[in-house]
């Protein structure tokens, strides 16, 4: 009889642990969804900006931004690399920095040059 007893308290046991993990599982899992979701809305948004042609006020900003981060010496070449593109005053940034504090310099060049009305900052930072 305590053997039964155990076993069905074991059983218990791993039912609750496994139903908790379960649970956890799906949260984690609904998270990453909404991530991706977010991620290729916002490929979207660029690969739409990339196609249409700039209007004449968007090419003289990604003209703007693309010189001021080519004229600052403490980038990398790997950050004066970034893509720029404008769409309606809204100027998308992709590709490397080699530090987080790079990444930012590019972010706030972009956000200095009159004109731009948003950023979308999708500069990653490489590992090394």
Request: glycine fraction near 8%.
């Amino acid at each position: 009889m305590k053997r039964l007893g155990a076993a069905m308290l074991l059983c218990s046991i791993t039912l609750l642990t496994a139903c908790d993990r379960g649970s956890r599982g799906a949260a984690d899992t609904a998270s990453r969804a909404r991530a991706g979701d977010t991620d290729r809305a916002a490929g979207e948004r660029y690969a739409a900006a990339a196609r249409r042609p700039e209007s004449e006020a968007d090419q003289e900003l990604t003209s703007s931004i693309r010189q001021a981060i080519m004229d600052d010496d403490s980038l990398s070449a790997t950050a004066k690399n970034t893509s720029v593109v404008t769409l309606d005053g809204v100027v998308t940034l992709r590709g490397r920095a080699n530090s987080s504090d790079e990444k930012q310099a590019i972010a706030a060049i972009a956000r200095s040059v009159p004109g731009v009305k948003r950023v979308d900052d999708q500069v990653g930072v490489a590992l090394r």
